[in-house]
């Protein structure tokens, strides 16, 4: 074989299935699917020290310059999406790595935001482990009508999200650092600052994408803020939340819940204080996980290859 072609964190066994990956041999290219992450960079680069292609799910495995560095036979890196913190572009590219990304669902994420709230707003996990154990009714939810969204960031998921609680009868209410009056009009929402849409909001909830500005825009003085009987939901990164902070407002009673789909680490570690804080909805960063989104994430990813194996890659990122 003139290749090697390495699919990582195939967690669910399922990249078999939204590809033609078989067919690849042809233009020889010998496939391998890593179905568990790797438990340190040094394992990364030995699974990977003669492999030249790599196909990265989001951010499971990151490719720091470091990492880079030492994975010489690397020539093509595809990312599924068009961005990817965990990739270091620059670096790739002073190594001889093409970084190229893929198209993606753009209802994936926003449905499982809004899911996560409902199940949030009627205490939904908490019913059905109670049930499941023999008690009927344990606790009281609340209604989304008339009450207040707060969206931290308001581009293309906050704004669907917007859409929805409008759709909901909620009062929406926006905030980011450039974010204008006008284009938070324009989405059902309404501008204010960070400080009151903390203090006025019903429920947080987050949609930034991650960077050395937004990390832990989240922190003790916005979850006081929230109030005793305000809900966080976090569908975008863990860190843009101070995870030490949330976990004394959920066990202190800083805030009335909060429901995560994303966390400071991935997968989560079973001695995660997290997993044994009160009043919460957690999922294992399931915002993109469906087949729709999948088709589109490995479907491109072999777009990608065939065109780079053509000598006319596609979708290069950092070009």
């Not at 068009?82 to 790739?92: E, R, Y």
């Not at 935001?113 to 606790?139: D, F, H, I, K, V």
């Not at 008339?146 to 929805?164: D, M, P, S």
């Not at 863990?238 to 009673?253: E, I």
């Amino acid at each position: 074989m003139k290749h090697r072609l390495a699919i990582l964190d195939d967690y669910q066994d399922v990249a078999q299935g939204f590809a033609d990956w078989a067919s690849l041999e042809d233009d020889g290219v010998r496939v391998t699917m890593f179905r568990k992450p790797f438990p340190s960079q040094d394992a990364l680069v030995a699974a990977l020290a003669d492999v030249d292609i790599v196909i990265a799910m989001r951010e499971r495995t990151a490719f720091p310059r470091e990492v880079l560095e030492r994975l010489p036979a690397l020539k093509l890196l595809v990312t599924t999406g068009m961005a990817n913190a965990s990739i270091d572009v620059g670096a790739a590219r002073e190594n001889g790595v093409t970084v190229c990304g893929t198209s993606g669902s753009p209802a994936a994420a926003p449905e499982l935001t809004w899911a996560l709230l409902l199940s949030a707003a009627r205490n939904l996990t908490a019913e059905e482990r109670s049930l499941r154990a023999g008690t009927w009714q344990t606790g009281v939810g609340f209604e989304l009508a008339g009450k207040t969204l707060g969206i931290v960031g308001l581009g293309k998921i906050g704004q669907r999200i917007a859409g929805y609680a409008n759709a909901f009868g909620m009062e929406v209410l926006a905030w980011s650092q450039n974010l204008t009056a006008e284009t938070a009009e324009a989405s059902g929402a309404r501008l204010v600052s960070k400080t009151d849409l903390f203090r006025l909001c019903d429920v947080a909830t987050l949609h930034l994408r991650l960077s050395p500005r937004s990390e832990n825009t989240v922190a003790e003085e916005e979850l006081r803020l929230l109030g005793p009987e305000g809900i966080l939901v976090n569908t975008a990164r863990g860190p843009l939340v101070n995870q030490d902070a949330l976990v004394r407002a959920l066990s202190d009673g800083w805030i009335a819940g909060a429901a995560l789909d994303v966390f400071d680490q991935e997968p989560l570690p079973p001695a995660h204080p997290l997993l044994s804080t009160p009043n919460t909805v957690l999922s294992p960063h399931l915002g993109y996980v469906t087949r729709e989104s999948y088709r589109q994430f490995y479907g491109g990813a072999f777009e990608d290859v065939t065109a780079w194996l053509a000598g006319k890659p596609v979708r290069v990122l950092g070009a």
